[in-house]
């Protein structure tokens, strides 16, 4: 009678949880059969390794801002602007700046409002444009934001230093990184007595692309008469991060 009990309540339970698991299964969307595969085993060793790359900046962004403001009619806000702006892209053009490396980024104009006795009224118009320029040789930053200032440009957003082909430096990045993966395998193996196959697998989880660095500008002034500035790009460091697989002997 006992055994008879028991024997009822594993199965109850087997039960309860063949229909939870079931619930899981429909809940969740899981594909099923489901195998659960034990690492234990395991015959390979895995081994990260790391490598990076430094490397100067061969392009640059010069974001050059036109700002107008208070003026009587939208019209006369946009044709300041435009003259400014056709003086800034005629004096790249004289540099040897490329059509294509020459955008108008952004182009605004809106109203100024005057609050008086509860009420907004219309004060006169503002109006802003920025020019990006992309400049292929970085030793020509300091004389591109000259120009665009004596043009007329009175600000200057950004100074942006990148690399225009960042996977010829990943591919010297993931190189140093299998050396630096296999060198502490190596190690690896001889600290713990094990002999190392050959490579079954490689991922790499990590080739990161270098984020434009804003460089520093320094003049005495802008929008001319104030000498070129000093203009620092500095490095970037290109990395690859690899994951070698090797099999246990």
């Known amino acids: 009678m006992e055994k008879a009990d028991n024997f009822s309540k ?10 939870a698991a079931l ?28 490598g990076k790359v430094e490397v100067s900046p061969d392009t640059a ?18 044709d300041t602007i435009n003259t400014i702006n056709n003086k800034i892209i005629n004096a790249l053009r004289d540099l040897g700046i490329e059509k294509a490396d020459i955008k108008t980024s952004n182009y605004s104009v809106y109203p100024n409002y005057r609050y008086d006795n509860n009420v907004n009224t219309i004060n006169g118009y503002n109006g802003n ?23 007329g440009a009175n600000q200057i957003q950004g100074v942006r230093f990148s690399i225009d082909k960042p996977e010829i430096f990943r591919e010297e990045a993931r190189d140093k990184a299998i050396t630096n993966a296999k060198e502490q395998a190596e190690k690896m193996a001889k600290n713990l007595g094990i002999k190392l196959g050959k490579i079954v697998n490689i991922v790499e989880s990590s080739a990161n692309t270098p984020v434009p660095l804003f460089g520093k500008a320094m003049a005495e002034g802008l929008g001319g008469g104030g000498g070129a500035p000093i203009v620092e790009q500095g490095t970037q460091t290109v990395t690859s991060v690899v994951t070698l697989y090797f099999e246990k002997k």
Not at 34 to 49: D, M, R, W
Not at 61 to 78: F, L, P
């Open 61 to 78: 962004y010069v974001d050059a801002g036109i700002t107008v403001d208070n003026r009587g009619t939208v019209k006369e806000v946009q």
């Open 23 to 50: 619930f899981v299964i429909k809940y969740f969307d899981i594909s099923y059969p489901l195998t659960v595969v034990s690492t234990s085993k395991s015959t390979e060793l895995a081994v990260v390794g790391e």
């Open 129 to 151: 444009a920025t020019v990006e320029v992309k400049v292929r040789d970085t030793q020509m930053v300091s004389t591109v934001i000259e120009a665009v200032t004596s043009a």
């Open 10 to 19: 594993n199965f109850l339970i087997a039960v309860v949880v063949g229909v």
